[in-house]
């Protein structure tokens, strides 16, 4: 993998500007690669990994920097549970297959709500607080940023990068719906997500 500096640099013009969040955010990439065993997760195993994070804060765009994931692969998956928190699964490490839903071995890595406080105490004469994580950040040891578990995550074969599927169009909207995410209806019709469940949807037309 590249030295660490040379890919906070990566992240910090992917990014905008540097903080703190993206020097915790190459740190966990390249933790959880390095735990996978994946030392070119860009390059040679650029098909080997799945990540998922877990908020959409400035350390999401530093780990798709070293991973290599992207949304538009299909190989960065978002889950918004507001967390600093990210799970890296490896798509060689097979661990079962049910019902057709094949389940790989991850690691999951969370920040530690601690490292806020130790970054304090390592650097208390420096009033910024971004300035004083930036600092502690690297340069402490991994145990006292993160915490690990080793997980089971199942993928269902149309959450893969690379799936292909049919495009079904809604029957209500007209809109074409990729990877399988349409529904049925009692009356049978095919539909998109925003004319099933028009009042959860994230946009509500004008008028």
């Not at 990014?15 to 703190?20: I, V």
């Not at 406080?117 to 004083?132: F, M, V, W």
């Amino acid at each position: 993998m590249e030295p660490f500096d040379d890919l906070l640099r990566q992240a910090e013009l992917a990014h905008g500007h540097l903080c703190a969040g993206q020097i915790l955010g190459v740190r966990l990439a390249m933790l959880g690669c390095q735990r996978l065993g994946i030392p070119e997760p860009r390059t040679a195993d650029r098909k080997r990994l799945v990540t998922f994070v877990e908020i959409d804060r400035c350390a999401t765009d530093a780990i798709a920097v070293v991973t290599g994931c992207r949304l538009g692969k299909r190989a960065l998956k978002f889950r918004d549970w507001g967390k600093m928190a990210a799970t890296f699964v490896d798509l060689n490490a097979l661990l079962e297959l049910r019902d057709e839903i094949p389940t790989y071995k991850g690691i999951r890595i969370a920040a530690l709500e601690s490292s806020k406080q130790r970054a304090r105490e390592l650097y208390p004469h420096i009033e910024n607080k971004n300035q004083q994580q930036m600092l502690a950040y690297r340069e402490m040891p991994d145990a006292d940023l993160f915490a690990e578990q080793w997980v089971r995550v199942p993928l269902h074969p149309r959450e893969m990068p690379g799936y292909k599927s049919q495009r079904i169009v809604c029957a209500m909207c007209g809109e074409g719906i990729n990877y399988d995410r349409n529904l049925t209806d009692s009356d049978g019709r095919i539909l998109c997500h925003s004319c099933a469940f028009p009042e959860t949807s994230y946009y509500h037309p004008l008028g």
